[in-house]
């Protein structure tokens, strides 16, 4: 029994020495319990067949739970940042074209449903409604071979109005049986006033005009004087007023030679006498309205000007 070894399935004594069963609770040749010693040295070989039995570590590989949570949150940031450039862009162009909740308009009409205080792209928006166009002067003038409207202006003298104000143009569309253009000015980017010029097709379409212009005008306004010219004979200006507006009508008809304009019933007819009585040279009909609150502030800042000319203290 001595002659064995461990390797053989035998363990040492550890009082006698001599080779034992590994599973033997009691030395057969002292006597002595080897219970502790049995549990002890069969540990090493429990511990060994234990790691054996367990699967090798995988390195250098995420697990697959990981890996799908790394592949959802980096879907969500994607989103996300397509949500803020989709969202950027929407606001962007909502802005530059002042669509609500950026839109500048007033509930203050002016010409062809555009109202006072529209920026110039709402103002070519409402326009286009109507078959009507915006532009600058230099594409008004290739538009129109001969435009109703001169762009110099006293604006035009100023240069801190250049910076200010804006004029954009409507080419000649049909109303009340004339051709009609418009002049749209807008100051710091806001619809201030619109100058309506027609163009008439002889004197009796001339009068024909501006007698529908007026009627159309006191539907939305009062008249409030009338100036007659001191410098060009027969023409004559009708102020009209409202709560937040104003407007006047230039009338200068431009008659032939020995014809002049009578009223007569409430009406005009053309008679026969020695001379011109009108500048041919100017316009028919020209109507102007303006916006009451941009023209105050106006006022109001001229005026400070002056009073700070030479001074606070003048």
């Not at 103002?123 to 230099?138: E, Y």
């Amino acid at each position: 029994m001595s002659s064995m070894s461990k390797s053989e399935g035998l363990i040492i004594c550890p009082h006698c020495n001599e080779p034992l069963p590994q599973l033997s609770a009691k030395c057969p040749f002292c006597a002595e319990p080897i219970e502790t010693v049995a549990s002890d040295s069969a540990k090493p070989e429990t511990l060994l067949e234990s790691s054996e039995s367990k699967p090798p570590t995988k390195t250098g590989r995420v697990p697959a739970g990981k890996w799908r949570r790394r592949v959802r949150v980096v879907g969500l940031l994607m989103a996300l940042l397509l949500l803020v450039v989709v969202f950027g862009n929407v606001f962007i162009y909502l802005q530059e074209n002042r669509f609500w909740p950026f839109s500048t308009g007033t509930s203050s009409p002016a010409f062809l449903d555009t109202t006072f205080g529209m920026s110039s792209q709402e103002a070519r928006r409402t326009l286009q409604k109507h078959g009507a166009q915006l532009l600058p002067f230099d594409e008004y003038k290739r538009v129109e071979q001969t435009p109703l409207i001169d762009l110099f202006d006293w604006l035009h003298l100023y240069s801190e109005d250049r910076n200010q104000y804006l004029e954009l143009f409507m080419p000649s569309i049909e109303m009340f049986d004339s051709r009609t253009e418009a002049q749209f000015t807008f100051r710091s980017g806001r619809l201030e006033s619109v100058s309506v010029h027609f163009g008439s097709y002889g004197i009796t379409n001339a009068l024909a005009v501006v007698e529908s212009v007026k009627s159309h005008l006191l539907s939305v306004y009062q008249v409030s004087e009338r100036d007659d010219s001191e410098y060009v004979p027969g023409a004559y200006t009708l102020k009209y007023r409202s709560t937040n507006t104003s407007a006047s009508l230039w009338v200068n008809l431009p008659l032939q030679k020995g014809q002049h304009v009578n009223s007569k019933a409430g009406g005009y007819e053309v008679l026969e006498p020695e001379s011109n009585v009108a500048d041919p040279k100017k316009q028919y009909v020209v109507l102007t309205i303006f916006d009451s609150k941009s023209q105050a502030e106006r006022r109001q800042q001229l005026k400070e000007r002056e009073r700070n000319a030479f001074g606070t203290g003048n």
